[in-house]
């Protein structure tokens, strides 16, 4: 049995999350995507210093961008609905922050999967997020934003299951590789 079966973990555990935000109130939900958001900005950043495949750079970079939008978006929204407070920092632990020492080096696949399967649960939240506060949002304009960074997370989260796929699938040929080359040794 796989120790992270990505698709259902996921739904899982973004489920839980999603039913203890329900019970917050806007300002703190608020206030977590904007953290949310954050974080998301220093794991690409991290991501995308340490990953040596050109194409997945590029795409975290991208990301980086992405998110840094995402927030713009989030916080303004914010300042809209609630002009005279700021965002509180007192909001539930974020994916990343759940995960501490994401940001450790990444020196074989098996670490890169790793931080890839927090990347997925935390893109996997955000989507759910969005789509939650689209459906309960008032104003017309704000859920077509909340939509709109739905669909974004959507398309981080494919792009992170392909790569997550990828290299498990390179893991395992090695992993078998290295088994067939010790068993030719021994004879």
Do not use: C
Request: proline letters at 2%.
């Amino acid at each position: 049995m796989e120790r992270f079966e990505i698709d259902e973990d996921v739904e899982k555990r973004a489920n839980m999350i999603l039913k203890e935000l329900a019970e917050l109130p806007l300002e703190e939900v608020l206030s977590y995507a904007l953290r949310s958001e954050e974080d998301a900005v220093r794991l690409y950043t991290m991501l995308s210093e340490k990953i040596e495949e050109p194409h997945a750079k590029m795409r975290f970079k991208q990301f980086i961008k992405s998110e840094e939008g995402h927030r713009k978006k989030v916080l303004r929204i914010f300042r809209e609905l609630f002009p005279d407070r700021e965002p509180s920092s007192k909001t539930s632990l974020t994916w990343v922050e759940i995960s501490a020492g994401v940001e450790r080096s990444i020196k074989t696949v098996r670490d890169y999967l790793e931080v890839l399967e927090v990347a997925l649960r935390s893109e996997k939240l955000a989507e759910k997020m969005y789509a939650s506060l689209a459906e309960s949002s008032a104003n017309e304009e704000h859920r077509s934003i909340f939509l709109s960074l739905a669909e974004d997370e959507k398309r981080h989260y494919k792009f992170l299951l392909g790569q997550y796929k990828f290299y498990k699938r390179a893991k395992a040929e090695e992993s078998l590789q290295t088994l067939i080359d010790g068993l030719l040794k021994k004879e």
